[in-house]
């Protein structure tokens, strides 16, 4: 019998005991001696969670396009930001049998019963971009951003702006998703620090351009000129804002300080335009990582629990220098 046949065996039987609980468990990456996949070895499965923003599409353009060049047999699947569509995408690819599931999960809860059918399916998740509120077992890792860490950013980059006084409405993200609970709480947390800044009104915009301006449409009607500044959870929602800014008569920029999340070429386009203040970068381009995690995984690699994205915060002063270099 071939050495690399006894080595496979070898692994199985000792997974099989590591699994009843029999010995000690040796180190993940001897249970694979011999038996390392590659890239072509492998199917790999995606459940995005919607088209819904220009993160969104370019997201979802770089696993797509880091794929086809690591010709790797890659299960898309959109949700079309519904909760049911995507866990009914995971269990698609759970019966697809596939050796990964990656996901962005729309929401934070609502996840057990369907990864704990992957984990009985011995189908390991990584979670991209959004966490899920389960237990740490229930996924292998998760690669993404501190949405905390850009909600604090945000406060803090529009209290200097704001020289510590402003009467701030907020477009929430998609309720009970990840960034929109962090963005809030970390914008929160910081602005503890500036009794002159003060949230008058926050309702969520659903990460669209469209809900954007109708909220602030509804902000203005309200609120109107004691408005002076707006905390958008992400570029497209401060984009529907500028609009309705400007069909209310004031300048989006000027005499309402806008500050967002993301840094997509949109934002930059608007600070060129003078009508964004500041945009807290919110790294998209996950498709390399996400493949380099997966295979890891499926060779029995141990992995970090969190693999955070790199990320920075751009205002309008190098915004059309930039702008050339953006790739997304
Ligand atoms: C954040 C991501 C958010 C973006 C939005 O990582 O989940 O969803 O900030 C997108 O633009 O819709």
């Known amino acids: 019998m071939k050495i690399s046949r006894i080595l496979s065996l070898c692994a199985v039987l000792l997974m099989l005991l590591e699994t009843q609980g029999c010995g000690s468990a040796p180190e993940p990456a001897m249970l694979n001696a011999g038996i390392q996949k590659t890239y072509a070895d492998v199917i790999i499965g995606f459940a995005q969670l919607g088209a819904e923003s220009e993160w969104r599409a ?23 930001q519904k909760q049911e569509k995507q866990i009914e995408a995971v269990r698609k690819l759970i019966i697809q049998k596939v050796d ?18 992957a984990k009985d399916a011995g189908i390991p998740i990584i979670l991209v971009d959004r966490r899920a509120a389960v237990a740490e077992d229930m996924y292998v890792a998760y690669l993404g951003s501190d949405f905390l860490e850009e909600g604090r950013n945000a406060a803090r980059v529009m209290a200097q702006l704001m020289n510590g006084q402003a009467k701030i409405v907020e477009l929430v ?30 309702e969520s915009g659903d990460f669209t351009r469209a809900r954007g301006k109708e909220v602030m449409e509804t ?15 992400n570029d497209d ?15 989006p920029g000027v005499d309402i300080k ?18 964004l203040n500041a945009t807290i ?11 380099e995690l997966a295979l890891k995984v499926i060779n029995g690699e141990s992995v970090p629990k969190w693999v955070p994205s790199e990320e920075s915060i ?11 270099t953006r790739k997304y």
């Not at 000129?225 to 958008?232: D, R």
């Open 314 to 324: 751009f205002f309008p002063d190098n915004a059309a220098e930039i702008l050339p």
């Open 58 to 80: 370019a997201n979802t353009q770089s696993i797509k396009e880091t794929a086809e060049l690591l010709e790797i047999e890659l299960r898309f699947m959109d949700a079309q």
């Open 258 to 275: 806008i500050v967002s999340v993301d840094a997509a070429r949109v934002a930059f386009e608007a600070m060129i335009a003078g009508k």
């Open 100 to 117: 990964v599931i990656g996901l962005s999960p729309i929401v934070e809860t609502g996840w057990d019963e369907v990864f704990q059918e």
């Open 281 to 291: 970068e919110c790294n998209p381009l996950l498709g390399p990582q996400f493949f």
């Open 219 to 233: 902000f203005l009607n309200e609120h109107g000129s004691t408005i002076t500044a707006v905390y958008a959870h």
């Open 173 to 202: 993200g998609t309720i009970n998703s990840a960034p929109a609970n962090d963005r809030y709480e970390g914008f929160r947390e910081v602005l503890k620090d500036y009794p002159g800044m003060e949230i008058i009104a926050s």
């Open 237 to 251: 929602m401060a984009l529907g804002a500028i609009t309705a800014i400007e069909e209310h008569g004031l300048k």
